[in-house]
């Protein structure tokens, strides 16, 4: 159930917009992105948390190797090779297009020469391993993992408007965006392949898709945030 109505998987349009709009609320009220637009939070601030952020994308991979696992055999998932496909193309994205590289150049934008230096946070390290958590355990099943990856998918395209329009206004990064401009376009791609694999297959309640869709929207956003707490940025704006 979406917005109190009721909404089938296959209807991915409707999904797609409902959950976009719940993306728009979580960014509105994120103290990072918050701050990020308005030009608030420190240069600093800024760099670290970008910092952590691709840290965690380093380990991003093995999150679409969670729902390569959990995705029904052959003959009980009757679109188990479509899932596979559209897992298998996210990946290849991911290699084929170096986004490692792009990442890196980025960061040297920000400042940071040696990303091998920066350090974890605790908040990192338990976001990157949250999905295997949630979604590896024999309970959970492969649908609402892939639902999971597909609302993460979804965040990118507000979050990535918001940052490549505040980096060049507020701090003066104007190279190194090619990362999040590309992401602008593929990330969206990706949540429209991935939700109409599931659809087109699932057995699962539709409305346990949505909310496990729901979750990861809102566990992204607010790893920013906790980030950002993290090192400071929101109590040390608060205080100025």
Aim: proline share 3%.
């Amino acid at each position: 159930m979406v917005n109190g109505t009721s909404v089938r998987p296959l209807d991915s349009r409707a999904v797609a917009q409902s959950l976009e709009s719940h993306v728009c609320h979580l960014l509105a009220e994120s103290t990072f992105f918050s701050d990020l637009s308005a030009g608030r939070a420190r240069p600093e601030h800024v760099r670290d948390v970008f910092g952590q952020y691709y840290l965690w994308r380093n380990r991003f991979h093995r999150w679409f190797g969670v729902c390569v696992a959990k995705i029904a055999p052959f003959g009980e998932a009757l679109n188990a090779s479509r899932m596979l496909c559209e897992l298998v193309a996210c990946l290849e994205q991911e290699v084929k297009g170096d986004h490692y590289g792009l990442a890196v150049s980025f960061l040297a934008a920000l400042g940071i020469d040696d990303p091998a230096r920066i350090m974890a946070l605790p908040v990192t390290d338990a976001y990157a391993e949250s999905f295997l958590r949630c979604y590896f355990p024999v309970d959970r099943s492969g649908d609402e993992a892939l639902a999971a990856l597909a609302g993460r998918e979804l965040v990118g395209p507000s979050r990535n408007k918001i940052i490549i329009g505040a980096l060049p206004e507020h701090y003066g990064v104007t190279s190194g965006l090619e990362f999040f401009q590309l992401h602008t376009d593929l990330e969206a791609e990706h949540f429209r392949a991935l939700w109409g694999a599931l659809a087109d297959d699932t057995k699962t309640d539709s409305r346990r898709l949505i909310e496990a869709a729901r979750l990861e929207i809102w566990e992204h956003v607010t790893f920013w945030d906790d980030v950002y707490s993290a090192i400071g940025g929101s109590e040390s704006e608060a205080a100025s």
